[in-house]
Structure formats: C-alpha cells, structure tokens
C-alpha cells in the first residue's frame, strides 16, 4: 500500500532535519563547483571565480582536500 501524499510530504519536509550538517554542506560545495567548471567552459570567468572560490572555501572549512585539490584546479588562470 503506498503512503497517502500528506504522509509523502511530511516525510520530505523532516528528512532535510536528518541530514548531517557536513552531508548537506558538501552538497552545496559541489553544486558550487558544478556551476564553477560550467561557468569556465563557457568562458564565463567571473561567475566561474565566483562559484569556484565559494567551493574552495567551502572544502578547505570542511578539511576535504581531495575536493579542494580538484576545485583549485579547475580555477580560471588569469
């Protein structure tokens, strides 16, 4: 039997509420870095710099080097 779409939407309304504040922050970050390399590719610089530096930030807060190596890479030069 499948849950009626009140309960459906209850349960999507408290689960953000469970998510470790680290899960839901390197999500962000990579939607940030997403939006950087897209920007880049597009030769968008500045929105690219913009969204690049927000996910650097991000990563390097949260002691992720991996990711932080990948998003200081993809840093527009110049």
């Known amino acids: 039997m499948r849950p009626s779409s009140s309960t459906r ?11 470790p504040r680290s899960f839901i922050s390197s999500g962000f970050a990579h939607c940030h870095l997403g ?34 190596e990948k998003a200081e890479a993809e840093e527009p030069r110049g």
């Open 9 to 19: 939407s209850a349960s999507f309304s408290v689960y953000p509420r469970r998510l």
């Open 35 to 68: 939006l950087g390399k897209l920007y880049h590719r597009t030769d968008k610089r500045e929105q690219a710099r913009e969204h690049l530096a927000t996910a650097t930030t991000m990563y390097r807060e949260m002691g992720m080097t991996y990711w932080l």
